[in-house]
């Protein structure tokens, strides 16, 4: 299951799960809420911390984080005060005009992300959407390659994009996401988008191969698009490796890097960003996209472009969003970067993940593979393919985890996570039982 599904099945079953006021708005779900994500597992209704309670006063540890989203946790009184002090003053203003916290929080971005003098931060609202403005920037730069369309007789720019990669469902992000099964009602998608195999060198370096001149040849590369660790397909890291490689291959052909640090970025993987992590590469982007945690569960995304030159391809009139960098939003991700770096939590997801996977490895549920994943962004292997009925188990002990892969957990909490979190999570993760029924 990708991120942004919620398992499946009647709503008869969820409510054999579920209390009395749950059931009652689970039935009301169904009969307002289009069917896209399937019947909800409970209904919410508050939290705190890194717990969550249900409507009917159940209480669980969020070992998922809104799917990587709740830096902060839950009511953390930095963030509500921020985002409370701004809407008293202004929640919407429209980009005809700025505020002082959408600057600052731009600059604090440039500043975290060690990009280089004459970066600029381009706001969106969520991942997909600061995928597209990153794609739409490869597409603006592909056009000033002196080997590519629109110049006479030339074939179009194509942007490369990684075999189980996600970077979000709007056409343009869908265009670039993998999974057949979610792609294929709705195509035709963007063209001159290809897919290249994951930890491949030998496969970028023949797709870049395939430019030139003739009936065979294709159009330049103008971009690479790409996660450090590939979330939705079961938090797969990129080989380091394989990660200079690709920069490589990039600078030799006058292509662009994009990283989609949607899921990785803001502290989750033990660095600001996941590309600043010594054992990925150290590669510098052109482009990184983020969302999810940088507003600690305020709606918001955007782009970092790395330098002037890249940072010009955008022009006035060329990209837009009317909510973008509204100042509730960048207030919201103002109060979460200080605060994560106040509290030292960056350091805190290296520690408490590095906790996490020993712990799991240690725990001797013969259910369990492999542990994989880097800071606060990690997946448990199964043995078998009952990733859905564990998540389900899990839950109905208090903890929340997701099914990310038939034979998969993810586990993203929030990272402000204590260790006696992490070893109360371990404590019902290793009692799941080993003969679930398969997905």
């Not at 690479?224 to 394989?242: F, K, T």
């Not at 839950?395 to 070893?423: F, S, W, Y």
Request: proline share 5%; net charge negative.
């Amino acid at each position: 299951m990708d991120g942004g599904a919620a398992a499946g099945g009647d709503v008869r079953e969820a409510i054999e799960v579920t209390g009395e006021r749950g059931a009652e708005w689970l039935g009301s779900y169904r009969d307002v809420h289009m069917n896209v994500f399937g019947t909800p597992l409970r209904v919410m209704d508050h939290g705190e911390g890194v717990h969550l309670w249900d409507v009917d006063g159940n209480e669980y540890l969020d070992f998922l984080a809104g799917i990587a989203v709740n830096s902060l946790g839950y009511a953390h009184p930095a963030w509500v005060k921020a985002v409370a002090d701004q809407a008293a003053k202004a929640a919407h203003v429209s980009n005809y005009f700025a505020t002082p916290v959408q600057i600052e929080l731009a600059a604090k971005l440039v500043e975290i992300a060690g990009a280089p003098e004459g970066s600029h931060v381009y706001f969106g609202n969520s991942g997909a959407e600061a995928n597209e403005a990153a794609l739409k920037l490869a597409k603006l730069y592909g056009r000033t390659l002196d080997n590519a369309a629109p110049h006479f007789g030339e074939k179009p720019a194509r942007i490369l994009a990684l075999t189980h990669g996600f970077h979000g469902r709007t056409m343009g992000a869908l265009s670039a996401t993998w999974k057949p099964a979610i792609r294929r009602p709705f195509q035709p998608l963007v063209p001159d988008i290809e897919f290249v195999e994951a930890g491949s060198l030998c496969a970028m370096h023949d797709a870049f191969a395939r430019t030139g001149q003739g009936p065979y040849g294709k159009g330049p590369v103008a971009a690479v698009i790409m996660e450090l660790v590939q979330g939705e397909a079961g938090v797969l890291p990129m080989d380091a490796d394989y990660v200079k490689g690709v920069r490589k291959l990039c600078d030799d052909n006058h292509a662009l890097l994009i990283i989609d640090e949607v899921q990785t970025g803001i502290g989750r993987t033990g660095s600001w960003f996941a590309f600043q992590r010594e054992d990925l590469g150290g590669v510098t982007p052109d482009v990184v996209s983020f969302a999810k945690g940088v507003a600690g569960g305020f709606p918001m995304g955007g782009i970092i472009a790395f330098g002037q030159e890249t940072s010009d391809l955008f022009t006035p009139g060329s990209h837009g969003s009317t909510f973008a960098g509204n100042p509730l939003g960048a207030a919201a991700g103002l109060a979460t970067i200080r605060t994560i770096e106040s509290e030292g939590l960056v350091d805190n997801a290296e520690e408490r993940g590095e906790q996490l996977r020993a712990a799991l490895r240690e725990c001797g549920n013969p259910l369990f593979r492999e542990v994989r994943g880097r800071g606060l962004l990690n997946a448990i292997v199964l043995a078998h393919p009952c990733a859905h009925a564990a998540a389900d188990w899990a839950l109905e002990h208090g903890l929340i985890v997701n099914a990310v892969a038939p034979g998969a957990l993810r586990l993203a909490p929030p990272l402000i996570v204590t260790a006696d979190d992490i070893d109360a999570a371990v404590a019902i993760l290793s009692r799941i039982p080993a003969d679930l029924p398969d997905d």
